[in-house]
């Protein structure tokens, strides 16, 4: 198994049952939505959250 689908599993395991709704939701949404649509998700992800690894984002830190 790809070790970041690793660690989304470990992070979904560990959240309460309304969160899990919440994230399938979303991954449902998402995955009906067009290229623009997902680029535009993704870019305002990234620009709240930063990398998801364990490097640091060279223009806000996290």
């Known amino acids: 198994m790809d070790e970041k689908v690793k660690r989304l599993l470990k992070v979904y ?16 949404n998402y995955e009906k939505k067009d290229f623009q649509e997902k680029r535009t998700v993704n ?7 930063g990398p ?10 996290k």
């Open 13 to 28: 395991s560990e959240l309460d049952y309304n969160q899990r709704k919440e994230v399938r939701e979303f991954i449902e």
């Open 43 to 49: 870019e305002s992800l990234n620009k709240s959250l």
């Open 52 to 61: 998801l690894m364990t490097n640091t984002c060279a223009y806000c830190g």
